[in-house]
């Protein structure tokens, strides 16, 4: 089983909608949550940190469910360019290397 | 701000070449990655390197060895290289202790012909 694991998608949705990714994670020790964003042909790039108490950065909420071991993503008010692959990462049992999932794809539409 | 710096951007290599991929980071960070990335596949991590002097294998070692030069510079070597090492190939940084964020480069898209 991957340490990380996501559903690859493709979210297919329309402007404005809101949509959640989950990614769930093996290693129960696990510490320290990521969502990063890659656009097509591009390196990824930190989206947000996900913290116990959960975190709001505009229409992106990044919510922690240790006791099911899962990570969520929020995207509120989709835009157009929020269009690209979205990875989380996390540290599994205390090891300083950073496990990534297979990424979810989401397509906004007009 | 160069940030973290992959060279070079594209490879083509026959089957059985060797090469080596350079990365460096003017961050002053202590733990860099390699990372390869293949369709639906998310990005995999090869080696690591948690800190100056040290480095350790990550999910994906097998064909690729690793020289952390100095703080500065990670290498990745392909010592013979076979088509099923056709990817993107990305290095990465971070300052180092679990739970700090990994800053990547650029990419390089290497072709095993």
């Known amino acids: 089983r991957k340490e990380v694991e996501q559903d690859p998608g493709p979210f297919n949705v329309p402007e404005g909608a809101t949509v959640a990714f989950n990614c769930t994670y093996s290693n129960s020790a696990s510490q320290s949550f990521f969502w990063y964003r890659q656009d097509c042909r591009k390196e990824p790039k930190l989206l947000m940190s996900v913290y116990s108490s959960g975190n709001e950065d505009g229409r992106f909420t990044a919510q922690l469910n240790r006791a099911s071991q899962y990570i969520s993503l929020l995207i509120r008010d989709s835009k157009l360019s929020d269009s690209a692959t979205y990875l989380c990462?996390?540290?599994?049992?205390?090891?300083?290397?950073?496990?990534f999932g297979a990424g979810t794809r989401l397509a906004v539409h007009p | 701000n160069a940030g973290v710096t992959q060279t070079p951007k594209f490879q083509v290599l026959k089957t059985g070449q060797s090469m080596t991929l350079q990365c460096a980071q003017d961050?002053?960070?202590?733990?860099m990655y390699w990372y390869r990335q293949d369709p639906g596949m998310g990005l995999r991590l090869i080696y690591y390197s948690a800190s100056e002097g040290t480095t350790d294998k990550g999910e994906v070692p097998n064909g690729y060895n690793v020289s952390r030069l100095n703080k500065r510079e990670f290498s990745l070597r392909l010592e013979s290289a076979a088509p099923s090492q056709t990817s993107v190939y990305f290095c990465?940084?971070?300052?180092?202790?679990?739970?700090?964020?990994?800053?990547f480069g650029q990419g390089t898209r290497l072709t095993v012909v």
């Open positions: 961050m002053n960070h202590n733990s």
């Open positions: 990465a940084s971070s300052v180092g202790q679990v739970g700090t964020e990994a800053f």
């Open positions: 990462a996390a540290y599994p049992g205390g090891y300083n290397k950073l496990i």
